[in-house]
């Protein structure tokens, strides 16, 4: 069972660069979510989608993209990086009952620098 | 605006009991998290309450008291294996979780 995948695991920038983390689910989940981790502090939503073709801004949404073309796939696009965007991203999944638990990829490790 | 307060860190010994604290405000309510995750990697769900009281699985229980916006979660036994980080999350009125800061448990022998 894959569950939540994320690619890459890491990744190195330069300031200015651009690049796209994809995160793909198999258990037909409506909602995912783009999160940010970082020392000292707690999850913190960038982008969430609840179905295919829609997405939504959570609370650190400058600077970051994202776009749900298909169901499974959800893109997180860094336009511009910047230093501020160093930092673990977390993909997580659940399905269309606001109750359910989310499912987590393993993570990916962005360093701007 | 929302919060949710964590002590930061604890420490406990291999075998004993510990419990961790988790006081929330924010605006509504419709359920809250616990989860664990171990340094590099995941959060993996433990448990979730909705309605007050106590919820048992296995060495792990997890007690809500909406009047008093507080939760927390009681590991028994401890074993090495349970440190790692534990997150609280509350949904709130538009079912959006909002996370703790996390805390970092540790297990000496």
């Known amino acids: 069972n894959a569950g939540v995948t994320q690619t890459p695991k890491f990744r190195v920038l330069k300031t200015g660069q651009s690049m796209t983390l994809l995160c793909a689910q198999d258990?037909?989940?409506?909602?995912m979510y783009w999160y940010r981790q970082d020392p000292g502090m707690g999850l913190r939503l960038i982008h969430y989608s609840v179905g295919e073709g829609t997405t939504a801004k959570g609370e650190v949404p400058d600077g970051y993209n994202v776009s749900r073309l298909k169901k499974q796939n959800f893109l997180l696009g860094l336009e511009s990086a910047a230093p501020s965007q160093t930092s673990v991203y977390f993909c997580?999944?659940?399905?269309?009952?606001?109750?359910?638990?989310?499912?987590f990829g393993e993570g990916s490790r962005l360093t701007v620098l | 605006g929302q919060n949710i307060d964590q002590p930061t860190e604890m420490t406990a010994t291999e075998g004993a009991i510990v419990q961790i604290n988790c006081t929330y405000q924010t605006s509504g309510f419709n359920g809250l998290f616990w989860y664990q995750q171990h340094a590099g990697e995941a959060p993996t769900f433990l448990s979730y309450?909705?309605l007050d009281g106590l919820e048992e699985k296995g060495r792990f229980s997890s007690f809500l008291s909406r009047s008093k916006g507080y939760s927390y979660l009681l590991l028994k036994e401890l074993q090495m294996k349970d440190s790692a980080s534990y997150l609280c999350?509350?949904?709130?009125?538009?079912?959006?979780?909002?996370w703790g800061a996390g805390t970092k448990l540790i297990i000496k022998p």
């Open positions: 309450n909705v």
């Open positions: 997580a999944s659940r399905t269309g009952d606001d109750t359910g638990e989310l499912f």
């Open positions: 999350a509350v949904t709130d009125s538009n079912y959006q979780l909002i």
């Open positions: 258990m037909n989940h409506e909602y």
